[in-house]
């Protein structure tokens, strides 16, 4: 795992260095949005999704400089996600990557507002040519983004999250959720990824199974880490679903049960890449990450 | 300006019925914010800035049903937002055409969402195959949309209207901020129209400043209904500017000399047509219904 976390952590670098050439400098009466923007954006995080992007385009030969720019666009829409998700009227959270919210180091207007702006810079970066020279692969990526169970599935799960009432709440039901809420953008990571490199219908579908349960064994790792790991560590509230009386995988399936799920779950994942043999080792090398991981 | 009214009143119709085709269906336990979305979507407006796009494609021979589809990709824009400059944290609005606004009629979640939502949506549209044939163009109207003053500006524009003290507000500021908050859709509105109908750039630059010189007119007109105007007609709070203190073109330069000023705007943008000839009646008519509103 030493050359699968210094690879992580290198992409990791040069999506921090994208980031902060490609957000907009703050200048001006307005400089606060962009600052605010660059706030959320900037200083860290494991940039899971970006690394998925550039991992999958690498498998299939793809530009890497191409696949850095729709990485970059995929992690200014997640940033916007977690923004609007931590606004009081919403989750209500203080703490993000241990730091405070952008309504708290702010206000709420600048929240919404450099929310607001990060999901427009992300449709602006896969728009523009850095995306990719081809326009057809643009503008599929727009709307890939936007619908396919991208954006609008993460707005449709939000509110799930927050309407369906706790007895209501099974496996199925959870499982459906986090489909929306994590799955979709981490699907669009490794299908965008493809698509970018002229990956075949065949091979796009192979690495979209791998990214659904790639996925869920996420959200299975990240209930299990609510209620075992170290707030400190994890740089945000622990126990809070429990806390609020969530219900989870962990509160659903019980400790064990939830562990093994993600372990199968990573062992179907892996199986998806093998038509790619040893050159998927690095994505193959991420689901063991994510189900390692103890932030 | 009859035959004007009932063009405006059958575009508006059209607008009313694509938006209803478009729009995204509620269904399953997230439709609630579907709804939300059609309710602060549907149900009347003047759908000015789909009217300058399909007038501006009409006058260069361009496809009318594309350019309705980008018509209310504009108008998913223009009303997410409303949604989110209506929001307590922002504005504070109640009512907005005549009806209790999206937090008041749902909630403040639901709000952001729909709105993030409706943002969603139009960039969704814009990358559609329904927008434009040519994926190029597609993707140019995407990028149009996101950065060149597009989405960027009108947030510049909320955050200098939330931030900049009252004291420091001359003419000069609030001309930009009209330029910024609502000048930059309408100028969108007829470059959408004018490159989705393969105008060359010197009839793009034409219709851009006509666009400049009437959004600043319709800001103004808006400044002084604000003063004169009748609550019921307009469907929502008049006299707010005054009442908060707030600078306007009104304040700052008198009604009479606001007045004179809209009237000389409108005259500048009928000029910047006169490359067209006759062909761009509806476009001068659009100068003299701007000036003359009522609401």
Same mark, same amino acid.
């Given at each position: 795992?030493?050359? !699968? ?5 290198s ?14 400098v703050p ?7 962009? #600052?605010?923007?660059?706030?959320a954006?900037l200083?860290?995080? %494991? ?13 299939f ?30 989750d ?9 919210t952008?309504?708290k ?17 992300? !449709? ?8 990719? #020279?081809?326009?057809?692969?643009r503008?599929?990526l727009?709307?890939?983004?936007? #619908?396919k169970?991208?954006?609008a599935?993460m ?5 799930i999250?927050m ?10 039901? =959870?499982?459906?959720l ?7 953008l981490? %699907?669009?990571?490794v299908?965008?990824?493809?698509? =970018?490199s002229?990956?075949?219908?065949? #091979? =796009? ?16 790792q ?20 429990e ?6 995988f ?12 993600? %372990?199968s779950?990573?062992?179907?994942a ?5 038509? !790619? ?6 994505? %193959?090398?991420t689901?063991d990450?994510?189900l390692q991981?103890?932030?």
């Open positions: 795992m030493s050359g !699968f976390k210094s690879q992580l952590a992409v990791a670098a040069d999506v921090e260095q994208g980031l902060d050439k490609l957000l907009p200048q001006g009466q307005h400089g606060i949005v962009a #600052e605010a923007m660059r706030y954006c200083g860290g995080g %494991k940039r899971l999704r970006p690394f998925l992007v550039i991992e999958t385009a690498r498998l030969g793809g530009d890497l400089e191409n696949a850095l720019t729709v990485g970059c666009a995929l992690e200014c829409l997640h940033v916007y996600s977690l923004v609007h998700d931590d606004l009081p009227c919403m209500d959270d203080d703490l993000r990557r241990g730091r405070p952008v309504h180091a702010y206000d709420e207007a600048i929240a919404v507002l450099a929310g607001d702006g990060l999901l427009t810079h992300a !449709f602006a970066l896969l728009g523009s040519a850095a995306a990719h #020279e081809n326009p057809s692969i503008a599929k727009v709307c890939e983004l936007a #619908e169970g991208g954006v599935g707005i449709g799960g939000q509110v999250d309407t369906v009432a706790e007895t209501d709440r099974d496996e199925t039901l =959870i499982t459906r986090q489909a929306m809420k994590t799955g979709a981490i %699907k669009f990571a299908r965008a990824g493809a698509i =970018i002229g990956a075949n219908d065949s #091979e =796009i579908m192979s690495v979209s199974r791998y990214a659904r349960d790639v996925g869920l064994a996420f959200q299975i990240d209930d299990i880490l609510d209620v075992e790991g170290d707030a400190e560590l994890m740089g945000k509230a622990v126990q809070k679903d806390n609020l009386g969530k219900a989870t962990v509160s659903l399936l019980g400790l064990e049960a939830a562990r093994d799920k993600a %372990k779950l990573g062992d179907c892996k199986d998806h890449l093998a038509p !790619f043999g040893t050159r998927a080792q690095t994505l %193959k090398d689901v990450f994510v991981r103890q932030h």
